[in-house]
């Protein structure tokens, strides 16, 4: 006869309906159930047949009791502060804290790790990859989300500009030589699990990309490492440049904007809006005062904000690098075309076929994907709704998430 233990409430109530039209001793051949479970199950019969998850295995209730519902209460509560004020935690730190509740209230409780475990199953607590990092609180974020559409609502009265106006961002992303993965398929018991890095791979280049509200999308401009020199590539959907650290400065933003920005601004006459981070090299005067002759009205997002209010971060820079790193995994999958050195380190792939990666990972971003950020960012807002109203529904609720 079968041992199990467990049943679920599915396969409960389908031994209680064969029962309808057959014996309790078919039942028990027919499933391979113990009588006495049989028995059990009949008595329970109108409490099983209630359970809403049929997938569960005991009533609600069932199992060992809690030791002490205020210490529960409590921990749940400090883990819930903690998140609403942005702060990480871990299971040590709510062990802690109900050992040193349990401590003060003289109650017998061991937090141990199977006590964490069970609390977290009780509350649906999960261990999370941070997705966004930042100083401010949600409270702070509020006040300067609230400030920043204001400032945009603002911006478009001033300069009589309608609602729907174009709108544009652009970004600096960091894109790197190698990417070696964190993980690999090695065979059991193997003790040492070694990957290999290029020579090059802590080098980076910078990636400049800039969008509109309407899913249009200008040629990437990329900053490699370097004093002087061309990079030879003959990809007409791009251009390239170098500074000494491969970083974006005032400098080499004016180049940007002469070689990027102005060539696709000679027929427009009406002002536009450009959204920008807080990055000083983007405030310099020259700068300012050739986005102004270029008709662009630049607008700020505050520190800490650009996870929310960005559109390439929203929704574009991450689909972007993982087209990206696609191709570096394609590159590193062909042993034919790797070049060494004299002892024996792999070459890292040289500029040309870099920015080749960069040209197909950035045609792969849709119109729809472009647009669809400005609206998750709160830049532009769903049609017949006003803007300011919009935004807060979508991002001050979002803030507010523990």
């Not at 299971?91 to 017998?108: F, N, Y």
């Amino acid at each position: 006869m079968n041992k199990r233990q467990n049943w679920s409430f599915a396969e409960k109530r389908e031994v209680l309906s064969f029962l309808e039209t057959h014996t309790i001793k078919e039942a028990m051949t027919e499933f391979d159930v113990p009588r006495e479970n049989i028995y059990r199950w009949k008595r329970m019969r109108g409490e099983i047949s209630q359970v809403p998850n049929p997938k569960r295995k005991r009533l609600a209730g069932g199992g060992r009791k809690l030791t002490s519902l205020e210490i529960e209460t409590s921990a749940l509560h400090f883990v819930n502060a903690c998140r609403q004020r942005g702060q990480a935690v871990t299971g040590p730190l709510i062990q802690l804290h109900a050992e040193s509740l349990a401590k003060a209230t003289d109650v017998d409780l061991k937090a141990s790790s199977g006590w964490l475990s069970r609390f977290k199953e009780r509350h649906e607590l999960v261990n999370r990859r941070a997705t966004i990092s930042t100083q401010k609180s949600a409270a702070e974020l509020e006040v300067m989300v609230r400030a920043f559409f204001d400032l945009l609502q603002k911006t478009k009265v001033e300069n009589k500009l309608q609602d729907d106006v174009r709108i544009w961002n652009f970004d600096e992303t960091p894109l790197y030589f190698d990417m070696p993965m964190a993980t690999t398929l090695d065979f059991k018991g193997t003790r040492d699990v070694v990957v290999c890095k290029s020579i090059s791979s802590r080098k980076r280049f910078t990636a400049v990309m800039m969008v509109s509200s309407r899913g249009e999308k200008l040629r990437p401009f990329l900053i490699f490492p370097g004093k002087r020199g061309k990079i030879a590539h003959d990809i007409k959907q791009l251009v390239c440049v170098k500074q000494k650290k491969g970083f974006m400065d005032s400098e080499t933003m004016l180049r940007w904007i002469e070689m990027i920005v102005a060539p696709s601004r000679s027929n427009i006459a009406s002002k536009e809006i450009l959204i920008l981070d807080a990055f000083s090299a983007h405030a310099d005067k020259r700068i300012l005062k050739r986005l102004k002759d270029l008709k662009l009205i630049p607008i700020f997002i505050p520190g800490g904000c650009t996870a929310y209010l960005q559109p390439l971060d929203v929704a574009i820079n991450k689909p972007f690098k993982d087209r990206f790193r696609r191709q570096y995994w394609t590159w590193m999958g062909d042993e034919k075309i790797h070049e060494f050195t004299t002892k024996g380190n792999m070459k890292s792939a040289p500029p040309a076929q870099v920015a080749g990666w960069v040209d197909q990972a950035w045609g792969a971003i849709s119109t729809e994907l472009i647009s669809t950020s400005f609206r998750a960012a709160g830049s532009i807002s769903t049609p017949g709704v006003n803007p300011s109203e919009d935004a807060e529904e979508k991002f001050l609720e979002k803030l507010r998430e523990p």
